[in-house]
């Protein structure tokens, strides 16, 4: 499991860097996160709903049928979406109200 951060969608604002349970995201001179050892990534996905940008990415590997597919979160009226970007430039949705996720 890993993720993936674009620096050039990074605002520098660590929040990434303050929830990483692994202390593995890093901020640079110019503060904007980065990872240095991707693979050692515990695949939580904190970081991703931290990050207000859309700027980490978390890699949905052929393991778990993603077959290099890559999905982040974004915030849309209250509610939380997580956004799955196929290698084919295809995007799916699946939106979540955070008010109700640990309802069952």
């Not at 049928?65 to 799916?92: F, N, Y």
């Amino acid at each position: 499991m890993s993720i993936a951060i674009d620096r050039n969608k990074c605002v520098g604002c660590g929040r990434c860097h303050e929830v990483c349970p692994g202390t593995l995201i890093k901020l640079g001179a110019d503060k904007k996160a980065y990872i240095k050892y991707p693979k050692d990534c515990w695949g939580c996905t904190s970081c991703i709903k931290e990050c207000p940008v859309y700027a980490i990415s978390f890699y949905l590997g052929a393991d778990i049928g993603g077959m290099g597919s890559k999905v982040h979160t974004e915030k849309k009226d209250g509610l939380l979406c997580w956004v799955i970007e196929q290698p084919d430039g295809k995007t799916a949705e699946i939106a979540i109200d955070p008010k109700e996720s640990n309802k069952y």
